[in-house]
């Protein structure tokens, strides 16, 4: 397995619990503010790491 892949399959599951806490994030908006902030706040952090790979996956040598 190829470096690119392993970043590729990481940017995918990164990417899908992004989603899901974005979506718990919003469905907690109305009901309870600080498990809606808290998802926002993980989703956040997965954000940035999901930049950092889609960084090094864009300056990744093509074989």
């Known amino acids: 397995m190829s470096i690119n892949d392993i970043i590729k399959n990481r940017q995918k599951k990164l990417d899908e619990r992004y989603k899901e806490l974005m979506e718990q994030a919003y469905n907690f908006r109305q ?26 996956s864009r300056n990744q040598v093509k074989s």
């Open 31 to 56: 009901t309870d503010s600080e498990l809606s902030d808290l998802a926002e706040f993980r989703a956040m952090r997965l954000l940035n790491k999901l930049n950092t790979l889609r960084y090094f």
